[in-house]
């Protein structure tokens, strides 16, 4: 089946640590999002890659990074530097950036010992 | 800034009930698109809609129904005769134009259908 696949489903981290959320597709999209989700609020864009070995900033970028070395793949990487990670990060992928419908993925709760 | 407005956080309705979820939006383009995702428990969003901005021709499918309205920047989701399996929260979304597909999301209606 396609889809996109998200990993770990939970994944705790301790201080200091950087943790990485790994996102897989096979839907051959081109373009990949990283959203953050906190409760009883909306979802808020980490960062996006349209193409492969390209990525831009979304709306709060800071103490996150991220790597688009192949089309499937699309991995968020948490580091030290985000003081306050704990949320659900969900993965996205679209056909292509031109307003295309995205498909989700289940999602990784990320939580701070 | 492109901005979604979902106001009713929480609304509890008893099976078989209509539900309307309201979406206000705004934004400065004359182009641009509307979306309503549905997130259930098991956490991934699933796409309902697309309109884009010039197409202002109401929506239905099957239970669903969306009233898009430019006059008040709305674009409001109803479900008919709603059932426990519509539990789930719903987000309205509005995308930048330009080609970015980046999507400014609401923070969601939170629908509990009590059986």
């Known amino acids: 089946d396609g889809g996109i696949t998200q990993s770990p489903k939970y994944l705790f981290r301790k201080e200091g640590q950087n943790v990485t959320l790994s996102c897989e597709q096979n839907?051959?999209?081109?373009?990949m999002y990283w959203y953050r989700q906190d409760p009883g609020q909306g979802l808020r864009l980490i960062y996006y890659?349209?193409?492969?070995?390209?990525?831009q900033k979304g709306d709060i970028a800071e103490g996150y990074s991220v790597s688009r070395e192949k089309k499937e793949s699309f991995p968020l990487t948490v580091t030290s530097a985000q003081k306050n990670p704990t949320a659900f990060y969900l993965c996205?992928?679209?056909?292509?950036?031109?307003?295309?419908?995205?498909?989700f993925g289940s999602g990784t709760q990320l939580s701070v010992l | 800034a492109q901005k979604v407005t979902q106001a009713q956080t929480e609304i509890s309705v008893v099976e078989k009930e209509d539900v309307t979820l309201d979406c206000v939006y705004e934004?400065?383009?004359?182009?641009?698109?509307l979306f309503w995702y549905k997130q259930p428990p098991s956490g991934e969003l699933v796409f309902l809609i697309r309109?884009?901005?010039?197409?202002?021709q109401n929506e239905i499918s099957g239970r669903y129904s969306w009233n898009f309205q430019k006059s008040t920047s709305s674009f409001n989701f109803t479900i008919t005769a709603s059932q426990v399996v519509d539990s789930a929260v719903y987000f309205c979304?509005?995308?930048?134009?330009?080609?970015?597909?980046?999507?400014?999301f609401g923070k969601g209606n939170q629908v509990v259908v009590i059986p």
């Open positions: 996205a992928s679209s056909m292509n950036r031109y307003n295309e419908k995205l498909f």
């Open positions: 309109r884009n901005s010039f197409d202002e």
């Open positions: 890659s349209q193409i492969v070995n390209d990525f």
């Open positions: 934004t400065r383009d004359t182009t641009y698109y």
């Open positions: 839907l051959n999209h081109d373009a």
């Open positions: 979304a509005l995308s930048e134009p330009y080609g970015n597909n980046r999507l400014a």
